[in-house]
């Protein structure tokens, strides 16, 4: 069976047909997944860097094996808790009764994965869809067509058809895939993308989550242009090659600090990357489309006045689609480096003289999935985190707060729709059904016509 709709019927029918799965089924197969991606961990890893034109398979190991390994772990841990049901509040006037909340699968889930982490990113809906008990069907993305193929290979070699089901397919699949009635569709990629996933779910009244980008900046309070915090920006920055997408987009520091950010950024470059974008633990760019993307901000910026301080040789192969690192200086909004999510190995510094300007600038621009602040606990601190809205903050790091497994991930506004991981990503793709049990006596019936003296006491002590 090939077709999507059929493949949801038949999910969907299987779903219908018996219970839920229980705690014990649930736990198998987080169980069966993770052992799947652990055994296959070096076939993943050499068709993820295949399909990048180069990878490490450090790298794939360190941001998308061992965080999707850990998060099925956190799943199965926190299980038990997830599943019981919550008691609510009962007024006095009914606590004849007990109200509660039990969560429920939804049914059949979407799960529309990108390409950047092609891996984790969709494992990891796949993983908390599962724990909440539904069905899954992912659509990988075609621009990595040996990890879609393998993982299509992995996962039907280890669930049925009518429980998982890999849709490999181009983008008119994955604009029929999308348009498909769920009970759930998750959706990662660019913020253009989204909208029209949304637009496609609206017609069956799907709910979404939409994990986004957009330009996630870096705040460096003035006199922390540090070479530690720097090079945790370098990191954070150049880690897939900046094809990440709560990636420090650009950095705001004080001018004070610029020829400080300067060097140090120039030193963290070199000691992660002593071959430049000849290193082997350096990425490739995912395809020539994006690297003419790419090299076009470039050629922008500096036809408008940037310093452009490219930190690296090219690569000698001319085939090859690495991307030297670089960082521009003395941008201006009317370049294009500004005006979209960069996605590659480049860098621009903004200026402020205030920390009040810094907020105001990062608030007149669409709400990022990340922001990252660089300094101490201090009042600039807490007047950055109450006044800017983000989807997550990392405080004296970049990226680490995906990997923290009990908070959860999504973005706001421009960025994102709802989140997952943690108990968020449980509630995401289950029912939470309110339910009320009436015991044997029942206060309602004193207010239930005919109305009398009764219905009249009931009413004065309820609206005392």
């Known amino acids: ?76 841990r926190n299980l038990r808790r997830f599943m019981r049901p919550e008691r609510r509040h009962v007024a006095l006037t009914y606590q004849s009764g007990r109200a509660y909340v039990a969560y429920q699968p939804l049914g059949v889930v979407g799960v529309v994965s990108p390409w ?15 724990a909440a008990g539904n069905r899954v069907m992912v659509k990988p993305s075609e621009y990595t ?30 604009a029929a895939f999308t348009a498909l009635p769920f009970d759930h569709l998750l959706f990662t990629g660019s913020t253009q993308v989204g909208r029209a996933v949304m637009k496609a779910a609206s017609e069956n009244l799907v709910p979404v989550t939409l994990e ?69 633990d350096y990425s490739a760019i995912i395809n020539d489309r994006h690297f003419q993307r790419l090299t076009g901000l ?51 510094v903004i200026t402020y003289r205030s920390i009040e300007e810094a907020i105001a600038y990062v608030n007149a621009r669409p709400r990022p999935l990340a922001l990252y602040y660089f300094g101490d606990d201090d009042a600039a601190r807490q007047k950055v985190l109450t006044r800017t809205v983000s989807g997550n903050v990392g405080i004296n790091n970049t990226l680490m707060h995906y990997v923290q497994d009990d908070l959860p991930f999504g973005g706001v506004g421009a960025s994102g729709i709802g989140a997952y991981h943690g108990v968020e990503g449980f509630r995401a793709f289950s029912h939470a059904k309110g339910i009320y049990s009436q015991h044997k006596w029942n206060a309602a019936n004193l207010i239930r016509a005919p109305f009398g003296k009764l219905a009249d006491a009931a009413l004065r002590f309820m609206l005392r």
């Open 1 to 76: 069976m090939n077709d999507p709709a059929d493949i949801l019927q038949l999910q969907r029918s299987a779903f219908l047909q018996g219970d839920p799965p229980d705690l014990a089924q649930r736990r198998a197969d987080l169980k069966k997944l993770r052992q799947a991606i652990i055994a296959n961990r070096a076939r993943i890893e050499s068709a993820i860097s295949v399909d990048f034109g180069h990878r490490s398979p450090h790298e794939t190991a360190l941001m998308e094996i061992v965080p999707t390994v850990q998060g099925i772990d956190y799943l199965r």
């Open 116 to 130: 950047n982490y092609p891996l984790s990113l969709a494992m990891m809906p796949l993983a908390t869809a599962l």
């Open 145 to 174: 067509p040996e990890t879609s193929s393998l993982m299509a290979e992995i996962l039907a070699d280890n669930f049925a058809q009518d429980q998982v089901a890999v849709i490999n397919g181009d983008a008119e699949v994955g």
């Open 212 to 280: 986004l980008g957009g330009k996630s900046p870096a705040i460096i309070a003035p006199g922390h242009a540090t070479e530690e915090n720097v090079a945790n920006i370098a990191f954070g920055k150049l880690a897939n090659a900046g094809q990440t997408c709560i990636a420090p987009d650009y950095v705001l520091l004080q001018a004070d600090d610029v020829e400080n950010f300067r060097s140090a950024y120039v030193k963290a470059v070199s000691q992660m990357y002593p071959g430049g974008a000849e290193s082997k």
């Open 298 to 348: 470039l050629t922008d910026a500096e036809a408008q006045g940037a310093d452009v301080i490219t930190l690296a040789e090219a690569p000698q192969n001319a085939g090859t689609q690495k991307l030297p690192p670089s960082l521009l200086l003395n941008v201006t909004e009317e370049m294009k480096v500004m005006q979209q999510e960069i996605f590659g190995p480049i860098l621009p």
